[in-house]
């Protein structure tokens, strides 16, 4: 019997679907252009597919190693990817929303900060509880040398598991994933917000002149930026397939195939969270 192993790294993609993929978002993207022309609303469906693309990738970066790891038998956080991930990408949403104001590169700035400062304190905390608590020390089970630190791995490392804890290049991919999370996040946020409701809206909902329509577009605009922002994270979560230790892992040269499904979803919601109101 011959038993076919599941595919490592990159391998395993399929040309055909992504093509497809790539094809359909073109499709939606030449669509956008022949409605709206070279307007702030063709520009947000472009903004979207790159803030999906961020958080496609951004996932990969974060450290998940699910209910292995709340038994000390795996690094990571004891948590699945999607939450993780929806949970560093919420924190950079709500710390981008609130200077959404201030202009693009603030707020952005804002939600990538906020993103990776969950993550930190996240790892953090996690660490704390694997070394004072369980009384175990942070090992990687996927490289033998730390790649940031060169610190070694193999002699504190349990015999019959995966490693433990958060070594320092798992924290360090923690903090880029939720930065790149929270970045992406944000900026679909603002773009809905800014470019696209605060301007449309008011025609749509057939508002009389001086309604304020503020509290309906950031309603809308959160709704639609959490929604792109879950998509993106089950994606790659999928991608995954289980646990990952960061950027060291095998599984992180995975990220092509999780970016190009990211951005072919993200042009799918784009245009419908802007169609709701252009049409």
Request: aromatic share 8%; net charge neutral; hydrophobic share 55%.
């Amino acid at each position: 019997m011959t038993v076919t192993p599941k595919p490592m790294g990159g391998v395993g993609m399929d040309p055909m679907a992504m093509g497809l993929g790539l094809l359909l978002m073109v499709a939606i993207v030449g669509v956008a252009f022949i409605s709206f022309g070279m307007s702030m609303m063709f520009y947000a469906l472009i903004a979207i597919i790159v803030g999906g693309a961020l958080i496609g990738f951004g996932v990969h970066f974060v450290p998940v190693g699910g209910a292995p790891a709340a038994m000390g038998q795996a690094p990571g956080i004891a948590t699945g990817v999607a939450m993780l991930a929806a949970g560093a990408g919420l924190a950079g949403l709500f710390g981008g929303a609130w200077a959404a104001d201030l202009g693009l590169v603030v707020a952005c700035a804002g939600g990538a900060i906020g993103g990776a400062l969950m993550m930190a304190i996240t790892c953090t905390f996690v660490n704390v509880i694997y070394v004072y608590a369980m009384g175990i020390p942070a090992a990687s089970g996927k490289a033998k040398v730390d790649p940031i630190t060169g610190d070694t791995q193999t002699e504190y490392k349990s015999q019959g598991t995966e490693g433990h804890g958060l070594p320092f290049v798992s924290f360090v991919g923690g903090v880029v994933g939720g930065f790149m999370g929270g970045l992406g996040g944000t900026l679909i946020y603002y773009v809905l917000l800014k470019w696209v409701y605060v301007g449309k809206l008011v025609g749509a909902l057939q508002a009389t002149a001086g309604a304020d329509i503020t509290p309906v577009a950031i309603s809308l605009a959160g709704i639609f930026a959490i929604g792109t922002f879950l998509v993106n994270a089950t994606l790659a979560a999928y991608n995954i397939t289980g646990t990952i230790e960061g950027p060291h892992d095998p599984k992180f040269a995975r990220w092509p195939r999780a970016v190009v499904a990211s951005a072919v979803a993200s042009s799918v919601c784009g245009i419908v969270a802007i169609a709701i109101v252009a049409f």
